[in-house]
């Protein structure tokens, strides 16, 4: 497995350290979590593996359906082994967005999932089946789907929408 470990760093770490620093108090109402491609990957595993953590995941362009992915780009497959370790080692395990996903304990609250995805994206199709999967399997999830392809102009707009979710959500 990798040698550097970002998700306990992000998960635990560096959300201590926001709340000391911007004097935050953690409630899993006012927690959210979002990211761009790869980092919307990252924050669906965050808000997966964190239920009790984070009540809502936002996932921009999101690659979530990294074994796809990863077979897809075999090219890539140092970069992946070092993160996850081997092919075989991800599948079923924390990092396995849809194993998690389709194995949900009924006893735990389930994280909001929202998605923001160009139609051109090259991520769209895994981001219309993973909504569906989650939708299927009990999870509050939406795709909004706009026009535009993996670029900055489609995640500008889509971090004002995130901003005013967030906004109406914590007032």
């Known amino acids: 497995m990798?040698?550097?470990?970002?998700?306990d760093y992000v998960a635990d770490e560096l959300l201590k350290r926001c709340c000391s620093w911007f004097g935050i108090t953690p409630t899993r109402?006012?927690?959210?979590?979002g990211g761009i491609s790869m980092g919307g990957y990252g924050a669906l595993k965050l808000a997966l593996n964190r239920p009790n953590i984070f009540s809502e995941s936002f996932v921009l362009s999101g690659v979530t359906d990294l074994?796809?992915?990863?077979?897809?780009?075999?090219?890539?497959?140092?970069?992946?082994?070092?993160?996850?370790g081997s092919r075989q080692q991800?599948?079923?395990?924390?990092?396995?967005?849809?194993?998690?996903t389709?194995?949900?304990?009924?006893?735990?609250?389930?994280?909001?999932?929202?998605?923001i995805c160009g139609q051109a994206d090259p991520?769209?199709?895994?981001?219309?089946?993973?909504?569906?999967?989650?939708?299927?399997?009990?999870f509050d999830a939406h795709l909004k789907t706009v026009p535009g392809?993996?670029?900055w102009n489609v995640w500008d707009?889509?971090?004002?929408t995130v901003l005013e979710s967030i906004d109406a959500e914590i007032k």
Do not use: C
């Not at 389709?102 to 998605?115: A, C, E, G, L, Y």
């Not at 991520?123 to 009990?138: D, L, P, R, T």
């Open 157 to 160: 707009s889509a971090i004002q």
């Open 29 to 33: 109402s006012k927690t959210f979590v």
């Open 90 to 100: 991800f599948e079923k395990s924390n990092s396995d967005l849809h194993f998690i």
């Open 102 to 115: 389709t194995h949900w304990s009924k006893n735990v609250d389930r994280p909001r999932i929202r998605q």
């Open 2 to 7: 990798s040698q550097v470990n970002y998700f």
């Open 123 to 138: 991520f769209y199709s895994m981001n219309v089946e993973y909504q569906k999967i989650a939708v299927s399997n009990g």
């Open 67 to 84: 074994g796809k992915q990863w077979d897809n780009n075999l090219e890539r497959n140092p970069w992946y082994s070092a993160l996850f």
């Open 149 to 151: 392809g993996h670029q």
